[in-house]
């Protein structure tokens, strides 16, 4: 195939530049970027992304076009380490332990199993409409198609569902918030 066949279709012809001007790009960026390494981490990130094959438009100027997107992947890359980044080991030891300890994780057992124990006890419609809320997550209007209710209807389950509740987690000896 030709060079003008490569020309015809615009992510060819920024292939083609990248390959005919790869040193003068690479300069450019090693300058900008202040970094040959990133550089070329980021002409080659420009190369497999155009390989891929995007749905790019006419380009009048392939060679700015291939700076400006290295750049940007450049400094997107950048973003991304910066945020991920390793973390300071003096700062990870000063970091408290908030991992229970062997009683809280016993009494949370306990009150995890009273709390149970009081969902057990509500009538099975209110208790099925509850979990259905918390632990499914869906919105009123969901629950009141799934059980053919008015939300009006699924609102006010949900109200005495967490009312008893809280009375029986109070009785049991539980501090609410």
Not at 57 to 82: F, G, H, T, W
Not at 90 to 99: F, K, M, N, Q, S
């Amino acid at each position: 195939m030709t060079n003008e066949g490569l020309a015809e279709r615009p992510v060819e012809r920024l292939l083609a530049t990248i390959e005919a001007d790869y040193d003068l790009l690479l300069e450019r960026l090693s300058n900008h970027l202040r970094s040959s390494e990133a550089a070329g981490e980021a002409l080659h990130d420009a190369y497999v992304k155009l390989r891929a094959d995007p749905n790019i438009a006419e380009v009048r100027n392939p060679r700015s076009y291939l700076y400006r997107m290295a750049i940007n992947l450049a400094y997107n890359q950048r973003r991304k380490d910066n945020r991920f980044g390793p973390a300071d080991e003096a700062v990870i030891t000063e970091l408290p332990d908030t991992t229970p300890d062997p009683e809280r994780t016993a009494i949370a057992t306990d009150e995890m199993g009273r709390a149970l124990v009081a969902l057990d006890a509500l009538p099975a419609r209110r208790r099925e409409i509850f979990l259905a809320k918390w632990r499914d997550e869906k919105s009123q209007i969901e629950i009141a198609h799934e059980f053919g209710l008015h939300k009006r209807s699924v609102q006010k389950e949900l109200a005495k569902a967490e009312q008893y509740l809280r009375k029986a987690i109070r009785r049991s000896g539980w501090r609410l918030p």
